[in-house]
């Protein structure tokens, strides 16, 4: 039964193979569209570039080909979560490039599975998560707090009723605008406190450096 049901499947579909060929085209121009002009100029990452382009086309053709596994959105629910969750072992993924890789994932599995759509729906559809990303990228009226772990030298101003000489000294040592500070552990055998320091960041450029949430270990020669 198996070997009849094979002998039915055409060599060659050419109605299927340019509607593949169609959408993947489709996909790729709208992914590629997100990561040249919304994310690259801000990050300049060359290697979550190529992981953002290689991912989208690889979800697609999973789903587009995998369409008539009758899975359906189950079947891209268990993919998205999948892929949703990964963690390189080499390097954590930042927030804002895990919203990415999100976005670029589901616009893949939409443009593979929503095969009763047209074009024009699936172009609005795209469109719309064009322009979040972009109001959300560009928008400089947000004002944003970042924060940095500081190992500090001087522990005689970390007390409450000297905070104001504290907010100025590492204004004036670290050129940061000083919004808040949190107090961790105290050395005083080496005269060091650790310090959680929040700071203004405005619109500035993403800083990935900022999700280091701990000094590393140094090893004496």
Known sequence: MDD?????????????TWQLLLRFAFNTLVTWCIIHFLYYPKSRR?????????????????IFLLGGVKLKIGFALGLFAIFGIIRYRTESMPVREMTYLFVLIALS????????????ELLVTSMVF??????CENN???????????LYDRV?????????????????????????????AMDFLHD???LKVYYDAGGGEANTVDQLMRLPKTTEQ
């Not at 009849?4 to 299927?16: I, N, T, W």
């Not at 064009?130 to 109001?135: A, E, G, K």
């Not at 400089?140 to 500081?150: D, F, G, I, M, Q």
């Open 130 to 135: 064009f322009v979040l990303i972009h109001v």
């Open 46 to 62: 060359r290697d979550y570039y190529f992981t953002f382009t290689l991912i989208s086309a690889s979800v697609f053709f999973l």
């Open 4 to 16: 009849l049901e094979f002998l039915d499947v055409p060599l060659v579909d050419m109605a299927d």
């Open 109 to 120: 599995v939409i443009n593979a599975l929503a095969v009763t759509l047209s074009y024009a």
């Open 156 to 184: 005689d101003l970390v007390l409450p009723e000297r905070r104001a000489e504290l907010v100025q000294d590492l204004q004036r040592r670290t050129g940061l605008t000083v919004v808040r500070i949190e107090v961790g």
């Open 192 to 194: 060091t406190a650790m």
């Open 140 to 150: 400089r009226r947000l004002s944003h707090v970042s924060c940095k772990l500081v």
